[in-house]
């Protein structure tokens, strides 16, 4: 990825929930909301209870608290669970602390053409990690290969195995990491060495990696007597884990507007790269946090059925059960000068980044087919799916993209391991509810007033602010001698109104001195 492209992160944190907004030169890339009660997030690890052996499946089901049991395919147990069952058998029963890996002797790996039934048993207790959320109608997907992810490792528990990410390129580093680790590395844990370890010293290797094993330590000190369903770990909430993944150097700022996220983003930060700890800010303007970087106006352009590009070509994206399909139009563009084939490159080009952009934004996951404008030259179809390769490089999530097929068509798949980012940008009309019907607007603002008067008189409330669309706002503030200041005058109560360009015409709030909504 290009050095100098300005990367910011936006985090707005409310009661129940965690928006975070990646931008790529003020650009609305990737949008996470993280419920703040998720308790099946990726990671996650849990006791669960084997509910139901499926011996056609190969696979099992397991009870890990959900509402729906978790799905486990014999291929997801991994080759060490023989040493996983052994050691939460003997740690539900004893004492963990007496139970070091050091000295624990592991039992053979399956093999991968085994059955399920030769492994597991119905009402066994299990531990097994969370591999995908729930999505739709279907409960977690789970993991027994229990794996703890670091900054710059990977902590595999009863394996001894050292492998080395596939992006570090030369040979000379791969294996002076490979010794490095080899030389701290406790007995009965493997290692998979992340991308971003290149070049890094022994120290900060080894810090990872001590927290990584007292986070294992951790997780088998809970088995002591522990009754399944029940969480052992809860991974990084999606904010820590944006930002172990993806802070890096040409991170520029991450604006945050809640003063304890803050301080503890600040703290992830500086103890992964000190260097970086002054990018975290700390919101204070009136005004949401969304609206103020511009967040909120990409949201509503960009989560609908079309979507605008700058130059007039669109996208319409339809989602189905199977599948998702992306028509690309040129709209009203059209280069006079250039014939009809490089006016479809044209358009090709400009959609490809998009569209890598959209699955990116959101997380769109499965089987994508993009139906793009009739190409004849041999050379531009290759162009376009260079451009499309190029665009998806910044995507971490694994994807596969295949050439253009004769119709013009681009068949990619993509990974998903959480439930599609789908955001309601079509609204309810706010003036008649959908019924159809509205109420009389000159009883409008009595209505507002109504309210105001008791929030001021009868529950005392001090510092309020009413927050409205803008043209009600300049109805209520504008003028010689405006509404606003009437109120003020007839309740002997000062309070402030705030214009919000999201609102509904006809909508309004009234928020306290911690702009939490007042209910009327």
């Not at 997801?76 to 052994?86: A, F, Y």
């Not at 399944?228 to 990084?236: D, I, N, R, V, Y």
């Not at 971490?396 to 998903?416: C, E, M, N, W, Y």
């Amino acid at each position: 990825m290009s050095e100098n492209i300005n990367r910011e992160l936006i985090i707005d944190s409310r009661a129940s929930e965690v928006d975070i907004a990646l931008l790529e030169d003020k650009l609305l890339v990737e949008l996470h909301k993280e419920k703040t009660n998720n308790n099946f997030a990726v990671g996650d690890i849990h006791l669960g209870k084997v509910k139901k052996i499926m011996p056609g499946l190969n696979a099992a089901f397991v009870d890990v608290g959900y509402e729906k049991d978790a799905f486990l395919h014999y291929l997801d147990l991994g080759p060490q669970i023989r040493s996983l069952n052994k050691y939460v058998k003997l740690a539900l029963n004893g004492k963990p602390e007496n139970i070091t890996m050091e000295n624990f002797r592991n039992e053979p790996d399956i093999e991968k053409t085994g059955k399920i039934t030769q492994v597991l048993a119905t009402g066994a207790q299990i531990m097994v990690q969370i591999a995908k959320e729930p999505i739709s109608t279907k409960g977690p997907r789970i993991s027994s290969e229990v794996s703890l992810a670091g900054r710059y490792l990977v902590l595999v528990p009863f394996s001894n195995r050292i492998s080395v990410s596939q992006k570090i390129r030369t040979n000379e580093e791969r294996n002076r990491l490979k010794r490095l680790i080899q030389s701290i590395k406790p007995n009965n844990f493997g290692v998979i060495i992340r991308t971003v370890a290149e070049n890094k010293k022994v120290a900060e290797l080894d810090a990872d990696l001590r927290q990584l094993i007292e986070k294992w330590e951790k997780v088998t000190a809970k088995l002591n007597g522990a009754k399944a369903p029940m969480k052992l770990l809860s991974e990084l909430d999606r904010t820590s884990a944006i930002l172990r993944d993806l802070l890096n150097e040409s991170f520029n700022n991450v604006h945050v507007n809640e003063p304890g996220l803050f301080d503890e983003v600040r703290s992830f930060i500086q103890t992964i790269a000190p260097q970086k700890a002054d990018i975290v800010k700390l919101y204070k303007g009136k005004a949401p946090i969304f609206e103020h970087f511009g967040v909120d106006k990409q949201i509503k352009g960009l989560f609908g059925r079309t979507v605008t590009i700058r130059s007039g070509v669109y996208l319409i994206i339809e989602h189905t059960e199977a599948m998702h399909v992306i028509d690309v139009n040129s709209g009203h563009r059209v280069n006079k000068e250039n014939s009809q084939e490089e006016n479809a490159l044209e358009v090709n080009l400009e959609a490809a980044a998009e569209i890598a952009r959209q699955l990116r934004l959101r997380d769109m996951g499965g089987i994508i087919v993009v139906d793009f404008i009739d190409m004849h030259d041999s050379k531009h179809k290759r162009d376009l799916f260079q451009r499309l390769k190029e665009e998806m490089s910044k995507d971490h999530a694994k994807h596969t993209i295949l050439p253009p097929s004769k119709f013009g068509l681009v068949q990619i798949t993509r990974q998903r391991v959480r439930p599609e980012m789908n955001v309601e940008i079509l609204e309810k009309c706010p003036a008649c509810e959908g019924t159809g019907k509205i109420k009389p607007s000159i009883l409008f603002i009595d209505e507002i007033e109504s309210n105001l008067k008791y929030l001021l008189l009868e529950q005392n409330e001090k510092n309020i602010t009413l927050v409205v669309h803008p043209y009600l706002h300049a109805y209520l503030t504008k003028g010689l001698w405006p509404v606003h200041w009437k109120w003020m005058l007839k309740y002997k109560r000062v309070f402030k109104i705030r214009a919000n360009k999201s609102f509904h015409m006809l909508e309004y709030k009234f928020l306290n001195r911690n702009n939490s909504e007042l209910s009327t």
